[in-house]
């Protein structure tokens, strides 16, 4: 089974900018998360779809927003880029919803804002 | 609130040495534990979970026990090897819908 697949795998933007991240999930997994990754901050959730629908969001601005789609692909928009945006950004799939089923992790989207 | 403190890195070990690694967590309700693995350049990878307490986890050579009374999920294995260099992170999920990871522990092993 192919893993999960992020694109691309960098990107340089400059302040003000927007950007959109691509994710594809394990065939079968329904359920797409996004987290941010930082020297500083650490693994940070962004936010969690399953069937197409937002089921939880972190705290982060508006800025930032996501999408599924039918075919359970993810999408991660950033508007009005930051310096303080550059980051890993991880998209990671999992199979159900529950507490026991783990994420499988893409190799993650580099943004680095100039 | 939810939430995973792991211990301070960097750690360096000569090879064959015995790993620990600690981890304890604050959580509502009945999560269940990860364990994660990084190499340079990648995503996390699973290398371990337990659902429910008692539970141990194990995968390669690691093992973790999800310890209720203590509120800790320590990694260990009994020797390590140089590939093990990688950073671990301790994580939680109270409902599925979110993960909650500690800030990541950097292994090194030396030959």
């Known amino acids: 089974k192919a893993g999960v697949t992020q694109t691309p795998r960098y990107l340089i933007k400059t302040r003000g900018q927007q950007v959109t991240l691509s994710c594809s999930p394990i065939?079968?997994?329904?359920?797409v998360s996004w987290y941010q990754q930082t020297p500083g901050q650490g693994l940070q959730f962004l936010f969690e779809y399953f069937s197409e629908t937002q089921r939880n969001k972190g705290n982060f601005p508006g800025r930032f927003s996501g999408r599924q789609f039918s075919n359970s692909r993810s999408e991660m928009n950033v508007s009005t880029l930051e310096l303080g945006d550059s980051a890993l950004y991880l998209c990671?799939?999992?199979?159900?919803?529950?507490?026991?089923?783990?994420?499988?992790f893409g190799n993650g989207t580099r943004l680095t804002v100039t | 609130g939810n939430s995973v403190t792991q211990m301070e890195g960097p750690v360096t070990l000569s090879e064959e040495a015995f790993l620990t690694i600690n981890c304890t967590y604050t959580?509502?309700?009945?999560?269940?534990l990860f364990w994660y693995v990084q190499y340079p350049g990648e995503g996390l990878q699973l290398l371990l979970k337990a659902t429910k307490a008692d539970d141990k986890g194990s995968n390669k050579g690691f093992e973790a026990t999800y310890r209720k009374e203590t509120t800790s999920f320590h990694l260990e294995k009994g020797s390590v090897q140089v590939s093990d260099s990688a950073v671990y992170f301790c994580?939680?999920?109270?409902?599925?819908?979110?993960?909650?990871f500690g800030t990541g522990t950097s292994l090194t092993v030396i030959p």
């Open positions: 959580a509502t309700g009945y999560p269940s």
């Open positions: 990671a799939s999992s199979y159900q919803q529950g507490r026991d089923s783990p994420l499988h």
């Open positions: 994580a939680l999920s109270p409902t599925g819908n979110q993960f909650y």
């Open positions: 065939s079968g997994h329904r359920s």
